[in-house]
Structure formats: C-alpha cells, structure tokens
C-alpha cells in the first residue's frame, strides 16, 4: 500500500488527505475511492444514518462516529480578521530584475532572475468574511515572499496613504468605520455618522479621505488595482549602509475603476465579483501581473522634503523620488481550500529578511506588534507558523516549544541557548538579524508628535488638484453621497470646513450638493495648505491602459440572431485578448439564424451588464421588439450606456437601444464594425458622463 501522495505545486491536493501507511480496509471504496474514515482512521460503513435504539427510537450517545462528526463541524470557525476580514488570494512567485545589491543584502533583492514563492491576499477593510466584494473601500494588497533567508511579508494597501499618523489611534478609527455597536449597520460602509464624526475631528485623516473619495476605491478588478507598502522602510546593505524605501506594486492592466452607480449594482449582480474575476482569470491562465518598483532615498533627501516622510498620511511625488521597476510578481495557481489558505494566511509586518529594516514610523511601529499578536486570538496559539501557507520554506529553528497544536516533533534534550549538551542544536547566525542601521537615543521620552507632522491639507490639496476634471467631479459626488447619509449635520459642516482648507472649490461644490444654506468657517488650523506641484501619478484617467487583455465583452442574443455576426464578434474579441460571455433570456440559449442553437453562459435576469466591461446586442427585430418589454434587457443597456461602455448592437437591435434611451456618441458602434467596437471597448467613454448623470 502507497503512502500518501502530496501535492505537487501546479496539481490539486488530492480530495482528501490520506496520511501514513493503511492497508485495504482504507482503499476498499472502489474506483480509486479512499475509504471514507473517522479522525481516528476508523473506516466509515454507513454515513447516512445516525446509531438509534431501534428504527424509531431515539438516537444513542454511542454513536462516536455522529459525534465526532458533529463536534468537528461545531467548532469549524475561526473568530474572523478585526480588519480585512473579507479576502480574496493567489499563490504565485516574484522575480527580482534587477538587483538593489548595491542597497541591500537581502537575497530576495539580489538575486535576478530568480523566483521566489508568494502568497498574496487581497481584501476589503471594513466589512465581515461574508460581505460584498465591491464597496467603496481600501484594498489590501498583502504579499507574503517565501525567500531563502526567512518570510518577507509586505502588508499593504492599494491606497499609499493611510488614515492615522499615530497607531495608537487605530482601534478608535475602526471603531469608528465599522457597523455602529448599538444597531449593527451599516455592513462595509463607511457612509454613516460614526466614521465622519471621527475623521473630521481627525485632520491628519483628510488626505485619505480624498483618495477613499476617488474611483481609486470602487475597482473594476484586484487585477487592476495598484499596492503600496505605504511606510518608508530600510535597506541595509553588506556595509551596514542604510537607504530608505517605499515598495510600489503597479497591475500590468493598468489600473481600473467603475463608476458609482456601476459598483453600487454590482453589489446586488455578484457578491463575489472581485474573487470570481480573480479566479476566473487565474483558472484559465490569464495571470494577473504587477511590477514591483521602489522609490529609494537617503536620510540627506528626507531632511529636505516639504512633509515628513515618517509620516504616513504623506507620499513622496515621483517628481521628488522617481520609481525604479525592479521586479514582478505573477499570481499563478488559485489555493486548494480557502480555509486552509486564505482565512490561516497570517501576516506581518514585522517579517522582513536581514537587509530590510524598519523606519521609525509611528504607524508602522505599532503594526510591528499588532499582527503576530492578533494571530493569538485568530488561529488560537502560538504555533500558527506552522500551518502550512504560514511556514517558511526554508529551514528554520529555535529553541520555541510546545503550546497550543504543536505540530512538529522536536528532538533532542536542548530546548535551550547557550548550550553544550548537543551537537545540532541551532545557534546565532553572523549574518542573521540585527542588520540595523544603529540609531541613536537622544534619551528623551514623550508622547509627543514632531512639528513635521502637523500639514494636514497640503497633500490633500495636491491630490485633489492633480485629478483629471471627472474624476474630480466623482470625489465630489463621493463625498456628498456620503455626507448625505450622515444624519448629525454638524458632522456634516465640520467635513467642509475642512474641505475649505483644501480647495475651495470642492467646499462649495459639496455644500451645493448637501443643500448646506451657508459654508461652515474653514477648521482652524496651524499649518495652512500649500500650494505643491500637480501629482500626474495619482490620476486614474491616464494612466489606465486602453487594452483589452482581461477585460469581458458580453453579447446578449435570443431566437433568430445573426449566427455569423455573433461568430465575427467572438473571433475578433478573442484575438484582441478579451473574454466573451454570451447572455440570453434562457441559459440553454436561442436558435440563432443558422438554424443553431447557441447555449448562454448567463441567463438575462442573472447576468445584468455591470459585469462586464463592455456589450454587444445583436438581435432580430422581433427579438428586440420583444426585449423592449423586459426590464431586465432594457437595463442591461441603459446600465452599459450610463457607465460608460461601449455597446455594439446590430440593425435589428436598434428598438431595443431606443427604449433603453441609448443616445449616439463614438461609444456606440455598429455591431458588424468588430474593430471600431474593440477600440471603443478598450476604454472608457468619459466624455459621455455629462449626458448621463449630474455630478456634484
Ligand atoms: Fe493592518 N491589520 N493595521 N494595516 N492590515 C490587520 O492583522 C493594524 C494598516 C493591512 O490579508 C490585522 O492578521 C494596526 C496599514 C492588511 O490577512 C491587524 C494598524 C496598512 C491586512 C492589523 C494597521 C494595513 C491587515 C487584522 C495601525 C497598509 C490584511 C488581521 C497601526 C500598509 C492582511 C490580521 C491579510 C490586517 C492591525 C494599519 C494593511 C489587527 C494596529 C497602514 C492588507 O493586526
């Protein structure tokens, strides 16, 4: 009999985990089946029916295996991430391409060409494990590097700014952005009094609150979002040099938004929409792609910024500190069990290998104590870096032990250092951590925030200056429909007065949109804005890549469509690099002109348009005359043309365009012109948005 087999990295795990040696009791199901057993190897006869006293009678206490059954399922949860509960993850591998030797001593930023095994998490920050994949929210962008000198983990977000300065305020923004203790709501949403009550006694905060107001928090995908590692960190170098770093991870599709009215149905069309596309593009090879890049800068550079780069609530512009790609990162193969993986991951900050360090960072330095510590609660002890999606792959060992689930044997009698018992037992390392760059202590102490912390509107205004003018307008409009569900108004004036600081325009154009009879006072501050250069980086529109590799097109048919237009369509999206999907009033399909029947992916009602990324409608007349009464067509058309998508339609389709009050513009595109299509399909149709929607 066979010992178990493991899974090898590109095959599934087989169904069920067969461990040690058995024999034929264990393989007698037939046809390759394992027997099915208890967690004590116990073979299983009869999995259906629960021991009774007699065919009616009551159920016996015996019955060990009902109850093992039953007590394992009981306990099958853990409490869920405080943050980022709701997750979504790839394993893959990073490939350095050009070495930062010259900086650093950590192998993984040394070594090109050489690949090394991630596993990356991305997720939502406000709302539970079961929550909708697409509110308006930061994305966690979560890299765990499995390097030969120990895990790397670069817990990010796709925003490169945060909230708080300070970590000691964390609990209390949490607090703040999560559903209200006393009615449980609002689920993942930051539109309510408790989060703008806080943040607008918080200055420190608006600078993120100009990028969570941005379409950068309503993606179109976790392909294409962008990730930040936020805090600057160190490299050391052989010399014990330091030079410090911001990571940048930069989606090869270029980055990509919905619209707001486009994110708020996606929520009703597919609670799963970012971790279906992820799978999906995973699944059938498609691997999404990132460039890593850094922005390095020495001690010298920092003193001479306008801000503090220690400061978290501030970027360093690309005009100051230009990106250097040094790497990619592809996401290849989707985990076999999403418990196992997914919800066990555990990250941390603190996981650097020697020759990445740590900068003095308030908010990092608190998160350096937060992750591991979390975990205690989370996955129940200390020995969690022994799951197998936490554990390094290299070798590793120490003289921890025991605990809660330990998994491994340790042997020998030293469980101890300094020791002399044992010839094996692991010591220090000389080039093993600390790697520090030494700092110095000034001997004072002190809750204190330095003076370099205190401009709270500078970047705040640069952001929102540098934005191209509808994705100004989409801030706007963001923070009047936020505001609008906050229901203390004086929440509601102390947000703009603080809007005041940063641009006046924007004050005035959101108190319009609130109907607020006056402007409040601007808030009183120390450190007025200044006027910095324009951050073309920070724009969305620009620099999305008008491509349609990843993208989804897809084509709503019925009874009597043009069979060869559909065939042409198909073709050319495919050659171009999209997918299609082809939608119809029944998921069997339609007999289409050709006297075929062509089967639907998507049924009508189940698959409106915000899922894809643009359509096509091709139609007989009578299909289309038919269409016209059937809510679910006439939104799927009026949905892509009001967020901004192109739509193809052939001649018999044109009724249904009419009653879906589809207008005319270089979006819309005869469905026999496959090319003019693709290209419209590529992009985004902003210069429609003024017809369709008045924004704030
Ligand atoms: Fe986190 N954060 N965080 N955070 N964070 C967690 O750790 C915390 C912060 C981020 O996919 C928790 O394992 C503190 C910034 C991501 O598993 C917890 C502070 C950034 C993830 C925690 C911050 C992040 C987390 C919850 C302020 C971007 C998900 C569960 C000092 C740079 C990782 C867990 C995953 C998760 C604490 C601020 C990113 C409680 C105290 C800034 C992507 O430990």
């Known amino acids: ?42 073979p299983v006869g009869d999995n259906q029916n629960s021991l009774r006293a007699t065919p009616r009678g009551p159920t016996l206490l015996e019955d060990f295996i009902l109850r093992e059954k039953i007590t394992h399922f009981d306990h099958e949860r853990i409490p869920e991430r405080i943050v980022h509960a709701r997750g979504s993850a790839a394993h893959g591998y990073f490939e350095l391409t050009r070495s930062l030797g010259e900086y650093t001593r950590a192998r993984i930023l040394n070594e090109v060409g ?29 890299v765990k590097f499995y390097t030969k000198e120990g895990n790397w983990d670069l817990v990010g977000n796709n925003i490169p700014v945060f909230f708080i300065q300070d970590a000691i305020k964390f609990p209390d923004l949490i607090h703040a952005v999560k559903m209200e203790p006393d009615r449980a709501f609002p689920q993942a949403a930051s539109a309510h009094d408790t989060f703008w009550d806080f943040v607008s006694l918080m200055p420190e905060s608006m600078h993120m609150i100009m990028w969570a107001m941005s379409d950068r928090t309503i993606p179109r995908s976790l392909r294409t979002i962008e990730g930040f590692g936020i805090h600057s960190f160190r490299l050391i170098n052989d010399a014990g040099e330091s030079t410090f770093v911001k990571f940048h991870w930069r989606p090869k599709l270029g980055i990509q938004s919905t619209v707001w009215d486009e994110a708020v149905k996606l929520q009703s069309a597919d609670n799963d929409f970012h971790r279906r596309d992820l799978f999906e593009a995973i699944t059938t090879g498609n691997f999404p792609e990132w460039e890593l890049a850094v922005q390095l800068f020495t001690e010298e550079q920092a003193e001479a910024f306008p801000f503090d780069h220690l400061d978290s609530t501030k970027i360093i512009p690309e005009s100051l500190v230009p990106l250097t790609v040094i790497g990619r990162m592809v996401l290849d193969r989707w985990p076999d069990n999403f418990f196992a993986e997914t919800e066990q991951v555990a990250y941390c900050p603190a996981n650097v290998p020697p020759g990445i360090d740590f900068s003095n960072d308030p908010l990092l330095q608190g998160r350096l104590f937060s992750y591991l510590d979390t975990q205690l609660s989370r996955l129940g002890g200390p020995n969690f870096h022994q799951i197998p999606v936490n554990a390094p792959k ?28 044992q010839g094996d037992s692991p010591r220090e ?51 009047v429909f936020e505001l609008s569900k906050v229901e203390t108004v004086k929440v509601r004036e102390r947000t ?33 804005a200044q006027d910095f250069p324009k951050a073309p980086e920070v724009r969305i529109i620009g620099r999305t890549k008008d491509l349609l590799t990843g993208r989804c097109i897809g084509i709503l048919f019925d009874e009597g469509s043009d069979a ?57 007349p009578e299909a289309a005359k038919k269409l016209g009464k059937e809510s679910a067509a006439i939104d799927f058309v009026s949905d892509a043309w009001v967020h901004l998508k192109a739509i193809a339609a052939d001649d018999g389709a044109q009724a249904l365009l009419k009653i879906a009050r589809v207008g005319n513009d270089a979006g ?9 299509f693709l290209a419209a399909a590529a992009t985004r149709q902003w210069a429609r948005e003024p017809k369709v929607r008045t924004l704030s």
């Open 668 to 676: 819309v595109v005869e469905a026999e012109d496959a090319k003019a």
């Open 496 to 528: 703009v007065s603080h809007l005041r600081n940063i641009d006046e325009a924007l004050a005035k154009r959101v108190a319009d949109g609130l109907a607020m009879p006056a402007l409040p006072e601007p808030a009183a501050t120390q450190t007025p």
């Open 429 to 479: 390392t000389a080039d093993g951590f600390p790697s520090h760059a030494t700092a110095p202590d000034d001997g004072r102490k002190g809750r204190v925030r330095a003076d370099s912390f205190a401009d709270h509107y500078s970047q705040a205004r640069m952001f929102f200056r540098s934005l191209e003018a509808p994705e100004q307008a989409h801030l706007a409009s963001a923070l």
């Open 114 to 142: 050489v690949r090394t095994p991630v596993f990356t998490r991305f997720s939502t920050v406000a709302g539970g494990a079961g929550s909708v994949d697409t509110p308006r929210d930061v994305r966690g962008f979560a």
């Open 1 to 42: 009999m066979a010992a178990s087999k493991k899974s090898t990295k590109n095959a599934p795990a087989p169904a069920t985990d067969v461990r040690g040696e058995g024999d034929e009791l264990h393989q007698r199901a037939g046809n390759g089946h394992p027997g099915l057993t208890t967690n004590q190897g116990i």
């Open 564 to 620: 060869a237009l559909i065939a042409n369509l198909r073709k050319a999206a495919d050659k171009a690099g999209a997918s299609v999907k082809l939608v119809a009033p029944k998921i069997g399909g339609a007999r289409l002109s050709d006297g075929k029947t062509l089967a639907a992916d998507g049924q009508l009602a189940g698959t409106p348009s915000v899922v894809f990324d643009a359509v096509a409608v091709v139609l007989s």
């Open 394 to 421: 290299c070798p590793f060992a120490n003289h921890q032990r025991d605990g809660h689930m330990q998994m491994n044997i340790p042997k020998g009698r030293v469980a101890y250092d300094p020791s002399s018992l």
